[in-house]
């Protein structure tokens, strides 16, 4: 009887709760779409299970104060609305950011009607929506969005500042930094965060103007769509006479992974006459903790490793197996999103997705 009772309840808020992305949905189809898949609309702890895992192990999560909520799901008011995770307005208000030494801050565009937005060629503008009535009322041509105004000018949708409110840094209780994405990438108009992360793609980005391409919603990262990605990583094998170095570049403006709970590892395999042999392993990471042993984040006031790939660094790494005419080398470079050592301690064991290996970038030489 009781959980009927709630069911009676809860049916008629779901059918009648219509999310933001439903009206978004009637004009932009393809961007909603793929917004759906992406980290940010699935960044609560309703749709993350990797989040969910580190917010039940938060000494504030018992007291229900989800503080998190600041970067994973600013709009929320409530339990319910947390669901919502980023929503697009989200970012298509954030005006400007305001730094702080503990993180960042957005400052939001109080007019919820007003959308900022970047677009080459319109730098200046700030489109109302007009209908133009000509030829005595025969003709009506439509200006702007019937459902919003646009506002073209904000500089940080260009520079991609807009990603800094939320991506820049975070400091725990002890002043230590947990992680960081460089400022770089935020700064040039050519290539930046939303050049690499929100590549043009085919499709219109509305159903009432045409256009060829619109920016991925889908925002590629480690856990969706890494092999957009992998054109920003390069691998070369470089023959020594006492071995061989295998060279892996990171073009991306910021450390290859950035969040502490990533592993990247890169794995040879040497092929000769027909039969493969694994050669060692190795290991990109920066683990954080306190007293010489690794912790949760809000604990950590020490870096305890860092041998991360850096922003634009060329990485050599040695291998002393002497290759001869007809070798083969096949290189693997990728990632778990949770170090396998923290799985237990998060309780994510037998979690798929925490467990699985990501191959970012393949490449396969003969040696001459
Ligand atoms: C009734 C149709 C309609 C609805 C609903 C609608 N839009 Fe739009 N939107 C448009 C049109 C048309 C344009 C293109 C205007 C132009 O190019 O002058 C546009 C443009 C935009 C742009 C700027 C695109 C650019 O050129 O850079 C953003 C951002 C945007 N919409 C966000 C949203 C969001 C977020 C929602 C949901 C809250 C939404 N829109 C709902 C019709 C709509
Ligand atoms: C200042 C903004 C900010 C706040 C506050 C914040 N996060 Fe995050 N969090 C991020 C960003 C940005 C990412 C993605 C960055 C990355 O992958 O390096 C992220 C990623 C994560 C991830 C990795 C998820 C994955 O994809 O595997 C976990 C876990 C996480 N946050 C936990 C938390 C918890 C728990 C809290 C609250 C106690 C919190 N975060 C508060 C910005 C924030
Ligand atoms: C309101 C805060 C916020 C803003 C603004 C924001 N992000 Fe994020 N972003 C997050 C959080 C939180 C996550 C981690 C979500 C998770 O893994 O649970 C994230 C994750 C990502 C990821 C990783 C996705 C993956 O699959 O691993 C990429 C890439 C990313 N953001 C790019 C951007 C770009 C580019 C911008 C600017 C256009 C931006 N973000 C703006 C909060 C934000
Ligand atoms: C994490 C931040 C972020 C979120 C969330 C986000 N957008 Fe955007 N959006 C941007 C940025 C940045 C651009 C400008 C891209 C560029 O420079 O071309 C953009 C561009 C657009 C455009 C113009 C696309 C083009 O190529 O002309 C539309 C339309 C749009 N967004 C609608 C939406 C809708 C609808 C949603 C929700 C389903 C949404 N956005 C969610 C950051 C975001
Ligand atoms: C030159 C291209 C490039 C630029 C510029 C760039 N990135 Fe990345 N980003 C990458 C690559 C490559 C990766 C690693 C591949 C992957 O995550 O699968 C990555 C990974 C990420 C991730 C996932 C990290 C993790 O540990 O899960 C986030 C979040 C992210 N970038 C945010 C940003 C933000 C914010 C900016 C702007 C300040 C930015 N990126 C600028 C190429 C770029």
Redesign the pocket.
């Known amino acids: 009887m009781k959980k009927l009772l709630i069911l009676a309840v809860a049916l008629p808020s779901l059918l009648f709760a219509k999310s933001e ?1 439903d009206t ?1 949905m009637k004009c ?1 189809p393809s ?2 779409e793929e ?1 759906k898949g992406s980290m ?1 609309k699935n960044s609560s702890f309703y749709d993350d299970e990797i989040h969910k895992a580190v917010w039940e192990k938060h000494p504030l999560h018992e007291k229900g104060d989800y503080k998190c909520s600041k970067c994973h799901a600013p709009s929320s008011q409530n339990e319910d609305s947390v669901k919502e995770g ?3 307005s ?3 208000t954030i005006k400007s950011v305001e730094q702080h030494a503990k993180s960042n801050s957005n400052v939001y565009e109080k007019d919820s009607k007003t959308f900022y ?3 080459e060629g319109r730098e200046s503008e700030k489109v109302v929506y007009k209908q133009k009535t000509s030829m005595f009322g025969m003709n009506k041509t439509t200006v702007g969005s019937p459902y919003h105004d646009i506002d073209y000018t904000n500089e940080n ?2 520079t ?1 500042e ?2 800094m409110g939320c991506h820049s840094h975070k400091q725990n209780s002890h002043e230590f930094t947990i992680c960081e994405t460089d400022k770089e990438g935020a700064k040039d108009k050519k290539q930046n965060c ?1 050049t690499c992360h ?1 590549p ?1 793609v085919l499709g219109s ?2 159903t009432i103007r045409q ?1 060829e ?3 991925f ?1 889908g ?1 590629a990262g480690a856990r969706k769509h890494p092999e957009m990605l992998s054109q920003y990583v390069e691998i070369e094998l470089e023959k020594k006479a006492d071995g061989f170095n295998v060279i892996v570049e990171n073009k991306a403006s910021h450390n290859l992974l950035t969040h502490p709970l990533r592993v990247v590892e890169l794995r040879v395999n040497l092929i000769r006459d027909g039969k493969t042999t694994a050669l060692k392993t190795e290991k990109f990471m920066k683990i954080i903790g306190r007293d010489k042993e690794p912790s949760m984040p809000w604990i950590a006031n020490e870096v305890l490793v860092d041998s991360m790939i850096k922003k634009q660094e060329k990485r050599s790494v040695g291998y002393d197996n002497l290759l001869t005419s007809g070798d083969k080398i096949e290189v693997q470079l990728g990632y778990y999103v949770v170090n396998p050592k923290a799985l237990k301690k998060l309780s994510l064991e037998g979690n798929e997705e925490a467990e699985k290996f990501t191959t970012l970038k393949y490449k396969y030489f003969t040696i001459e």
């Open positions: 992305m978004c932009h961007i909603v917004f940010h980023i929503s697009c989200t970012c298509h937005s970047a677009e949708f260009y991609a807009v990603c939303i929100m043009k980005a509305t256009s391409k619109h920016a919603h925002f």
